[in-house]
């Protein structure tokens, strides 16, 4: 039997254990905190400073604050109240460690100096996602902290396979879905970005730092005639760890407002935030909503008929 990618995180009973949260931007935080003691855990919250919801506090059996570079404080944090399996959560807005000023705004500590030394300082690394991500990792469970998949604790967020809501698609929409789904796993090969929005088999935008959402609106500025189709995946490499692909009521928001017609997603790979919402508002707006399981590079939908 092959050794576990991550020996020490697995998806057993919580009974009462003590679960880290570092919790970013947007609702992904929040529901993995409610399925943590929904299912028996206990929380310890660490909100990232200028990005985690408020609304993260209430659910938190012990709660605290970290600038993004604070490293060491926050493995502190963790160690501190006897957490020693901890999650990453939510997004973290990189266009803000490049924006003009960020060192002055968001001061490392010497931890998080020595972390990001080799990407920003002497540029031996590169700062792709994966590689900061990484490094952030390696430092927590260094000390002591097992940074485990989110999914991990909150395995009912990941998406299944199928049309999830709204009209199925027609012949040629898949057929955009199957260019589109090519594009997005070399994109993400690159760890460049997840999103790609595509028309009658053309690439109309790439997701990059900008995020998902830019990304599609991007598109609708491009493409005023609507009817894009929107492909989000999984990266090849993906580190179940973190940058999992996620989408929520928003992400669909984004879809209509730029005039995309539908939502092609990763099953067992994708997070999918308040999935009853999430299908209402995908039946409200029109918008098709199918998640695919990939095969050697080709997606297939559960039911549903698709292009070569």
Excluded at 50 to 58: F, G, Q, R, T, V
Excluded at 95 to 115: M, N, V, Y
Aim: charged share 20%.
């Amino acid at each position: 039997m092959p050794e576990p990618r991550f020996p020490a995180c697995n998806r057993s009973a919580l009974n009462g254990e003590l679960i880290g949260i570092l919790a970013g931007w947007g609702r992904y935080p929040v529901v993995v905190a409610e399925e943590i003691r929904r299912r028996g855990g206990r929380t310890a919250i660490l909100a990232i400073r200028d990005h985690a919801d408020a609304a993260l506090e209430p659910l938190a059996d012990v709660h605290g604050h970290v600038g993004v570079a604070e490293i060491g404080a926050a493995v502190d944090f963790f160690r501190r109240v006897g957490a020693r399996r901890a999650t990453m959560a939510g997004k973290i807005h990189k266009s803000k460690i490049f924006a003009r000023g960020a060192w002055t705004r968001h001061l490392p500590d010497w931890t998080g100096l020595a972390t990001f030394w080799p990407h920003f300082v002497t540029r031996r690394r590169d700062n792709r996602d994966d590689s900061l991500l990484g490094a952030i990792a390696a430092t927590f469970d260094a000390a002591g902290v097992a940074i485990c998949p989110a999914t991990d604790f909150a395995p009912d967020l990941l998406a299944a396979d199928g049309l999830i809501a709204g009209p199925a698609p027609s012949g040629l929409q898949l057929a955009d879905v199957v260019f589109g789904w090519r594009l997005a796993k070399e994109l993400g090969r690159l760890d460049i970005g997840q999103t790609v929005v595509v028309k009658n088999r053309a690439p109309l935008a790439l997701e990059a730092i900008e995020g998902t959402d830019e990304c599609i609106r991007r598109a609708g500025r491009l493409c005023p005639t609507g009817d894009m189709t929107v492909v989000k995946v999984a990266k090849p490499q993906q580190d179940l760890r973190f940058d999992m692909p996620t989408i929520g009521v928003g992400t669909l928001e984004s879809l209509a407002a730029a005039g995309a017609a539908v939502l092609a997603i990763e099953a067992g790979q994708t997070i999918l935030i308040d999935e009853p919402e999430v299908a209402a508002a995908a039946y409200r707006l029109g918008i098709s909503l199918v998640s695919c399981h990939d095969a050697d590079g080709v997606p297939l939908i559960e039911g549903l008929t698709h292009a070569a």
